[in-house]
């Protein structure tokens, strides 16, 4: 069975965290496309150029562990306004969104551009304190010295160079279900996440 979720967000939203549990509870294999950018992102910090880094990216790549840095996150938003880089992109995630057994992307264009089709399209959002909130605490927990305030400085640049971007901006898709996790709990985003895709399945069955 092919069946394809497309979860979108701004950073820190909570879309990797649902789309994680969306796989675990329905067994589908789940991409992070974000890692792809950070990826591409990383290797640019070491001196590749982006349009390199992108078509010769390899899975090593994506498994290191030195993706997560606010140096690297500022990286990747840049190589993702790169027409080339998205480009060199498209494929794989195309390829890892029709896969037998299900799959899930989270990212910032997948219902819009990468997987149109998509069977569940949900567009996963916070404000930008609680989003930068969040990111602040993962931060700290990671051993970073930045302040908040910093983040949340980090969060709205990011926040508008993707929504202007020429390139597949950031936005909902017209059929995306809207969900503003601000208030809500893991256990319940999650939840409400699910009960989207339960409805589709069961009405394909």
């Known amino acids: 069975?092919?069946?394809?979720?497309?979860?979108?967000?701004?950073?820190?939203?909570?879309?990797?965290?649902?789309?994680?549990?969306?796989?675990?509870?329905?067994?589908?294999?789940?991409?992070?496309?974000?890692?792809?950018?950070?990826?591409?992102?990383?290797?640019?910090?070491?001196?590749?150029?982006?349009?390199?880094?992108?078509?010769?990216?390899?899975?090593?790549?994506?498994?290191?562990?030195?993706?997560?840095?606010?140096?690297?996150?500022?990286?990747?938003?840049?190589?993702?306004?790169?027409?080339?880089?998205?480009?060199?992109?498209?494929?794989?995630?195309?390829?890892f969104a029709t896969r037998e057994g299900g799959a899930v992307l989270d990212g910032r264009d997948i219902g819009t551009v990468i997987c149109p089709e998509a069977h569940v399209k949900l567009f996963v959002t916070a404000s930008a304190e609680v989003r930068a909130h969040r990111r602040w605490l993962e931060l700290v927990e990671a051993g970073h010295d930045t302040s908040e305030a910093d983040v949340l400085r980090d969060v709205e640049a990011r926040d508008a160079r993707d929504s202007v971007r020429a390139e597949a901006p950031l936005r909902a898709a017209d059929d995306a279900l809207l969900l503003d996790t601000s208030t809500l709990t893991i256990d319940e985003a999650l939840d409400k996440a699910a009960g989207a895709v339960q409805t589709v399945l069961e009405s394909r069955t």
């Not at 979860?7 to 994680?20: E, L, N």
């Not at 640019?44 to 390899?58: E, W």
């Open 1 to 95: 069975m092919q069946f394809t979720v497309a979860i979108d967000g701004p950073a820190a939203a909570g879309k990797g965290t649902i789309a994680r549990g969306i796989a675990d509870r329905f067994g589908f294999a789940h991409l992070d496309t974000g890692l792809l950018y950070r990826a591409v992102g990383r290797r640019t910090l070491d001196g590749t150029p982006a349009a390199i880094a992108a078509s010769t990216l390899r899975l090593r790549d994506i498994a290191r562990t030195d993706l997560r840095t606010p140096e690297v996150s500022d990286a990747a938003s840049k190589v993702a306004a790169n027409p080339e880089v998205r480009s060199a992109l498209v494929a794989f995630q195309r390829d």
